[in-house]
């Protein structure tokens, strides 16, 4: 709905699609690559550029890239994603960063900003935690059928699966699908 149109309403730039309804998003350690979607009605602003960030917890956030339109994406050379990040869409709606040969170093909580020329609403912004599953240490509890696989951060994932959908190696300590 446009803001010519919708007098009452708020009308600002917001997401519509985010990659993760619990802003979490799980790979494995060593996949290829993985997909990070943002969806933004800009409602009538103008987009400067985007940014693709790493959130910190202490400290000053680190930008990994930076989009203009009309322009190449810029990675950071210190950001440790030269190389192994790529954008695809278009500034003013849609946007989807790859990251390429995840490691466990790339769990993080990542942040994407698109920044407007206007005054009264000059930034969007949206959170999401990259998980990186790998080297899962396995324990079951076949009563409740959850399997609960430790990631890097000695955090529990639990995975409720059918009994058939899976099996695991206990030499190995992976699961195969």
């Given at each position: 709905m446009s803001c010519c149109f919708a007098l009452l309403a708020d009308c600002k730039p917001r997401f519509t699609k985010t990659p993760s309804s619990s802003n979490k998003v799980y790979v494995d350690e060593g996949a290829y690559s993985t997909e990070l979607s943002?969806?933004?009605d800009i409602d009538g602003e103008t987009v400067t550029?985007?940014?693709?960030?790493?959130?910190?917890s202490v400290g000053a956030d680190v930008l990994i890239a930076r989009k203009f339109a009309?322009?190449?994406l810029q990675v950071s050379p210190t950001s440790g994603y030269k190389g192994r990040f790529s954008f695809a869409g278009k500034v003013s709606g849609n946007a989807t960063f790859t990251i390429w040969f995840i490691t466990k170093n790339d769990q993080r909580t990542f942040e994407f900003v698109v920044y407007f020329r206007s005054v009264n609403n000059p930034w969007i912004r949206n959170s999401v935690k990259l998980i990186v599953v790998g080297k899962l240490y396995a324990?079951?509890?076949?009563?409740?059928?959850?399997?609960?696989?430790?990631n890097y951060s000695r955090r529990c994932i639990k995975y409720n699966f059918p009994r058939q959908r899976f099996r695991i190696k206990i030499k190995a300590t992976t699961v195969v699908y």
């Amino acid at each position: 709905m446009s803001c010519c149109f919708a007098l009452l309403a708020d009308c600002k730039p917001r997401f519509t699609k985010t990659p993760s309804s619990s802003n979490k998003v799980y790979v494995d350690e060593g996949a290829y690559s993985t997909e990070l979607s943002w969806d933004y009605d800009i409602d009538g602003e103008t987009v400067t550029w985007v940014d693709f960030m790493s959130k910190s917890s202490v400290g000053a956030d680190v930008l990994i890239a930076r989009k203009f339109a009309n322009q190449q994406l810029q990675v950071s050379p210190t950001s440790g994603y030269k190389g192994r990040f790529s954008f695809a869409g278009k500034v003013s709606g849609n946007a989807t960063f790859t990251i390429w040969f995840i490691t466990k170093n790339d769990q993080r909580t990542f942040e994407f900003v698109v920044y407007f020329r206007s005054v009264n609403n000059p930034w969007i912004r949206n959170s999401v935690k990259l998980i990186v599953v790998g080297k899962l240490y396995a324990c079951n509890n076949l009563s409740t059928k959850i399997e609960c696989f430790w990631n890097y951060s000695r955090r529990c994932i639990k995975y409720n699966f059918p009994r058939q959908r899976f099996r695991i190696k206990i030499k190995a300590t992976t699961v195969v699908y």
